[in-house]
């Protein structure tokens, strides 16, 4: 059964830093293109970052371009997203997102969805 689980989110204040994680399981992690996507309230659901099966091409949206950066390590199936700089406007829960295909921003063409992480910057 393919699990993915984010951890890591939590109130951080504006300026500061926060690294989420996302555990994989139950698929071959390495044949997946990661991505993590967010929600704020009233809003829809936005591409934040994803990268390629074995971690050498990233895509970024231009509102966390140069603040965030997404990682993955594949010897521990887990996909990662540093946020710096963070911003109040960076308030959403964060979803991690796996697919097969190198699709990035389409919300449809993911496979698997974790349940999400709260991440609220203060002002």
């Known amino acids: 059964q393919v699990q993915l689980v984010e951890s890591g989110g939590g109130l951080v204040q504006a300026g500061g830093s926060l690294r989420l994680s996302c555990a994989a399981s139950?698929?071959?992690?390495?044949?997946?293109?990661m991505a993590w996507f967010r929600q704020a309230p009233g809003k829809e659901r936005e591409f934040v970052a994803a990268i390629r099966w074995s971690g050498g091409s990233t895509y970024s949206a231009d509102s966390v371009k140069g603040r965030f950066s997404i990682s993955r390590d594949n010897a521990k199936n887990t996909v990662y997203l540093q946020m710096n700089s963070a911003k109040p406007e960076d308030t959403a829960v964060y979803y991690c997102?796996?697919?097969?295909?190198?699709?990035?921003?389409?919300?449809?063409?993911?496979?698997?969805w974790g349940q999400g992480t709260q991440v609220t910057v203060s002002s």
């Open positions: 997102a796996a697919g097969l295909r190198w699709v990035y921003t389409a919300i449809s063409w993911y496979d698997y």
């Open positions: 139950g698929l071959t992690f390495s044949n997946y293109a």
